[in-house]
């Protein structure tokens, strides 16, 4: 109970969410048989992560996109409320939707610019309100007439935000809301919010009625315990989950991966998806047994490389595996990763197949062709050499992995 409530406590959960949450877990624990395979502690785990995905909301709660589909986003400045506006447009269009975009943030003039830039780039209606217009409401009026000389069924409005809540901001907001009537207003927020989310999300919810949450920036270091507290003072679904900075790393919130991703667990189910997405069984038993008889050559090593870029970025696919979030300033060169792959691709078939027959001038041309160095191609060559010999001492490899932590569960 200690460590999960540290988990919870270090993923940023609010103090008075954490301490109900483990008294409710308590309570269930109490007197529940242990199965046989596992431990008490597993169990508990167990528990507490069925828990943490009930109360973050089960099963994922679609839009209510009935006409006339309005959607407002609001948030604080700087959660991203303009970004995850287009980043909806582009996951609604994908859908065979016809989103319309509104910018509504007269206070930052910035943010319609970013709209715009962003709408064209998604290639999506967008309505810019009159320069130096600075009544909302007007703003507003004028938006709804020009929605219905459009051919659009679902209308996503991004308004203001501020640094801190304030009660002029709120009372603007509850105007527009007001005039809209939308079906959905959708707060904004920050994973790394941190203590300050239970403030943020009951401010907005008493002034505005929440129908839903945004989560960010789920790329960064934070838990996102944020969005533990939010759920649980809103009793609101998370609806979407930002990952990264591109229009299309968004999408629909998943509540038992958030759960492992609190507990400190990692986010095992994604790593699975994407690897049986980027693995074919057969190459994977191919290159086993090629492992196996310390046949491995470089165009094996390619197919490896070229693998691990289709299922993205390294660090956030090792990032997914437990215990790898805790790492601070963990991070994976990816341009070395391309250099390697360039002098590989340099190569020919033959040399690919025999690197024993690449003698300096081969080494010069691979060097040239790939646009490294001769002693980089030198480095690979010996690493890729000491490599070969590790897979033929079968007892030598197993006593090293047994030094790395997991590596014996991972090679079972």
């Not at 691979?366 to 033929?392: H, P």
Request: glycine share 8%; proline share 4%.
């Amino acid at each position: 109970m200690r460590q999960v409530r540290l988990a919870l406590l270090e993923a940023d959960v609010h103090f008075q969410v954490a301490k109900d949450f483990i008294a409710r877990v308590k309570e269930k624990s109490l007197g529940q048989e242990v199965m046989r395979s596992i431990t008490p502690g597993q169990q508990i785990v167990k528990i507490f992560h069925d828990e943490l995905t009930q109360l973050l909301g089960g099963d994922n709660a679609p839009l209510d996109l009935n006409a006339p589909a309005r959607i407002m986003m609001v948030g604080l400045h700087g959660a991203g409320k303009t970004t995850s506006a287009a980043k909806l447009a582009y996951f609604l269009k994908k859908q065979g939707k016809a989103p319309l975009l509104f910018a509504c943030d007269l206070q930052r003039p910035a943010a319609i610019e970013q709209l715009a830039t962003l709408a064209k780039q998604v290639d999506v209606p967008f309505f810019r309100p009159e320069a130096g217009q600075t009544d909302l409401l007007k703003a507003g009026q004028q938006a709804i007439k020009w929605s219905e000389s459009q051919s659009g069924n679902v209308q996503i409005y991004d308004t203001a935000g501020r640094l801190e809540i304030d009660e002029v901001l709120v009372g603007e907001l509850k105007k527009l809301r007001d005039l809209l009537q939308p079906q959905e207003v959708l707060l904004v927020c920050d994973a790394a919010t941190g203590q300050q989310a239970v403030n943020v999300a009951t401010h907005f919810h008493e002034a505005l009625g929440l129908t839903g949450l945004i989560l960010t920036k789920l790329d960064g270091d934070a838990r996102g315990g944020a969005a533990l507290s939010m759920r649980e003072v809103t009793h609101r679904p998370i609806k979407f989950a930002g990952l990264g900075e591109k229009i299309e790393q968004f999408e629909p919130f998943y509540p038992d991966r958030l759960a492992g991703r609190i507990l400190g667990m990692g986010d095992v189910v994604s790593l699975v998806e994407k690897a049986a997405a980027a693995i074919d069984e057969e190459e994977a038993a191919r290159l086993e047994k090629k492992i196996r008889t310390a046949t491995f050559d470089f165009n094996d090593f390619l197919s490896q490389l070229q693998l691990l870029s289709k299922m993205g970025p390294l660090e956030n696919i090792l990032g997914m595996l437990p215990g790898m979030s805790n790492l601070k300033g963990f991070s994976v060169d990816g341009k070395r990763l391309k250099r390697t792959e360039a002098i590989v691709l340099s190569m020919t078939k033959d040399e690919r197949k025999r690197p024993d027959i690449l003698n300096a001038r081969r080494r010069q041309r691979i060097a040239r062709g790939s646009g490294t160095t001769v002693t980089e191609v030198n480095t690979l060559l010996r690493q890729f050499d000491q490599m070969r010999k590790l897979m033929k001492n079968a007892g030598k490899m197993k006593k090293m992995l047994a030094r790395v932590p997991g590596a014996g569960t991972f090679g079972r």
